[in-house]
């Protein structure tokens, strides 16, 4: 396994460990996390193509917080909390839409696409309203090669192209803005908490133990590392024909991508983003996938598939190929954190070791370290300590 070392400039005797187990558990932590960690983070929403005509929107909710993202009559694509200015209604339901006018479903006001509140039934009966003053809350957006992405709060952190900024030449050949989706974003509830499922994103040691499928194809070139805000993990399709139809047949129909360089043609490339973002991209397709955060052992994983057009047959097969291949991984990794989430409820469990090999989990331990510092304690501190 190729991998890259992780070097800090002051040594840190919590370096070689993991994360404490209660920190993936603990309400008081998840309400820390919340707020440190999810209201100023970047969470990706949708491609610039979901949201082509005056009108769209596509919505995401986190962190109790629901977010329109909705292109205006002038083209621009402007982001608001999901919340009525009246009594607190949300405004529309569901993942995506069109509409010419955000219109309450309570009371009817009514709100232009650029957040203006211009209609408000008997406005006379309202003394303290100042029309001007109650338009839609509006939420800090971002479009980064064609993915919008948005924030609740900005706490000085890095924008996403800066977060992206040592991979742009490696990402540039993919041609994200022209990209379109295949199919609907696809919600999975899982019983663990969100860093195992970061965790295992990240992770390579479990790729030749855990999932034979990735190991047939990949032989030993999977490779991770770490940079300050990002993780990349890659993999090339070897010549050895797998044992498994599907995984042989991918190999045999995936067709030359005349846009790519060589060495993408047969490469599988992935990409986490601080703290739950990752982009999974292969010479037929790129997926993004996040895992969003519902409560101190549970989490959503948001997902879904873009591609540039190609009609020939064999990616077509390709594509559909690669969705049984990966359902299987993703079966296999829902098994694993699901095992880890439960082990952690052990008291005989705290932290565990970690190898010079896992360079992005010790960078991201780290990290959360940095940012919530009762993450270096062994024992969960007495409750209420998040207030």
Same mark, same amino acid.
């Given at each position: 396994?190729?991998?890259?070392?992780?070097?800090?400039?002051?040594?840190?005797?919590?370096? $070689?460990?993991?994360?404490?187990?209660?920190?993936?558990?603990? +309400?008081?932590? !998840? =309400?820390? /996390?919340?707020?440190?960690?999810?209201?100023?983070?970047?969470?990706?929403?949708?491609?610039?193509?979901?949201?082509? &005509?005056?009108? %769209?929107?596509?919505?995401?909710?986190?962190?109790?917080?629901?977010?329109?993202?909705?292109?205006?009559?002038?083209?621009?694509?402007?982001?608001?909390?999901?919340?009525?200015?009246?009594?607190?209604?949300?405004?529309?339901?569901?993942?995506?839409?069109?509409?010419?006018?955000?219109?309450?479903?309570?009371?009817?006001?009514? !709100? /232009?696409?650029?957040?203006?509140?211009?209609?408000?039934?008997?406005?006379?009966?309202? +003394?303290?309203? %100042?029309?001007?003053?109650?338009?839609?809350? +509006?939420? /800090?957006?971002?479009?980064?090669? $064609?993915?919008?992405?948005?924030?609740?709060?900005?706490?000085?952190?890095?924008?996403?192209?800066?977060?992206?900024?040592?991979? /742009?030449?490696?990402?540039?050949?993919?041609?994200?803005?022209?990209?379109? =989706? @295949?199919?609907?974003?696809?919600?999975?509830?899982?019983?663990?908490?969100?860093?195992?499922?970061?965790? &295992? !994103?990240?992770?390579?040691?479990?790729?030749?133990?855990?999932?034979?499928? @990735?190991?047939?194809?990949?032989?030993?070139?999977? $490779?991770?590392?770490?940079?300050?805000?990002?993780?990349?993990?890659?993999?090339?399709?070897? %010549?050895?024909?797998?044992?498994?139809?599907?995984?042989?047949?991918?190999?045999?129909?995936?067709?030359?991508?005349?846009?790519?360089?060589?060495?993408?043609?047969?490469?599988?490339?992935?990409?986490?983003?601080?703290?739950?973002?990752?982009?999974?991209?292969?010479?037929?397709?790129?997926?993004?996938?996040?895992?969003?955060?519902?409560?101190?052992?549970?989490?959503?994983?948001?997902?879904?598939?873009?591609?540039?057009?190609?009609?020939?047959?064999?990616?077509?097969?390709?594509?559909?190929?690669?969705?049984?291949?990966?359902?299987?991984?993703?079966?296999?990794?829902?098994?694993?954190?699901?095992?880890?989430?439960?082990?952690?409820?052990?008291?005989?469990?705290?932290?565990?070791? @970690?190898?010079?090999?896992?360079?992005?989990?010790?960078?991201?331990?780290?990290?959360?370290?940095?940012?919530?510092?009762?993450?270096?304690?062994?024992?969960?501190?007495?409750? $209420?300590?998040?207030?």
């Amino acid at each position: 396994m190729a991998t890259a070392p992780l070097h800090s400039a002051n040594a840190d005797p919590l370096d $070689g460990w993991s994360l404490p187990a209660w920190t993936y558990s603990d +309400p008081d932590f !998840y =309400a820390a /996390e919340v707020e440190r960690i999810f209201r100023p983070s970047w969470q990706v929403v949708c491609h610039d193509s979901d949201i082509a &005509n005056p009108g %769209d929107w596509h919505s995401i909710d986190y962190v109790g917080e629901s977010v329109i993202l909705v292109r205006g009559t002038d083209a621009i694509v402007r982001a608001f909390t999901n919340v009525c200015r009246h009594r607190g209604s949300r405004l529309v339901d569901g993942a995506a839409g069109c509409a010419k006018k955000l219109v309450c479903p309570y009371h009817a006001w009514t !709100y /232009e696409l650029d957040g203006r509140l211009t209609g408000v039934p008997d406005s006379a009966s309202y +003394p303290t309203l %100042d029309k001007g003053r109650a338009g839609l809350a +509006p939420v /800090e957006a971002e479009n980064w090669r $064609g993915f919008w992405f948005v924030r609740l709060e900005d706490d000085g952190g890095p924008s996403v192209a800066e977060m992206m900024a040592p991979y /742009e030449a490696m990402i540039e050949p993919y041609r994200f803005e022209e990209l379109g =989706a @295949l199919g609907r974003v696809t919600l999975r509830p899982r019983d663990v908490n969100w860093k195992n499922v970061g965790d &295992n !994103y990240s992770d390579g040691l479990h790729i030749p133990v855990a999932h034979p499928g @990735l190991t047939r194809l990949f032989g030993k070139s999977y $490779g991770v590392e770490a940079e300050s805000q990002v993780d990349r993990m890659w993999g090339d399709l070897i %010549d050895r024909p797998s044992a498994n139809w599907s995984e042989r047949l991918y190999q045999r129909l995936l067709p030359p991508v005349p846009h790519l360089p060589a060495n993408r043609q047969r490469h599988w490339l992935y990409f986490k983003l601080w703290p739950n973002v990752a982009f999974d991209i292969y010479p037929d397709q790129v997926d993004f996938m996040q895992w969003l955060p519902t409560g101190p052992t549970s989490c959503l994983i948001r997902e879904i598939s873009y591609v540039l057009p190609d009609d020939r047959r064999e990616m077509r097969a390709a594509r559909y190929l690669n969705w049984r291949i990966n359902r299987q991984v993703n079966a296999e990794d829902t098994a694993l954190i699901t095992r880890v989430q439960q082990g952690m409820a052990s008291r005989s469990f705290s932290m565990g070791p @970690l190898s010079d090999k896992e360079v992005c989990l010790r960078h991201f331990c780290a990290r959360m370290r940095e940012i919530i510092p009762e993450a270096r304690l062994e024992q969960a501190p007495v409750a $209420g300590w998040s207030r």
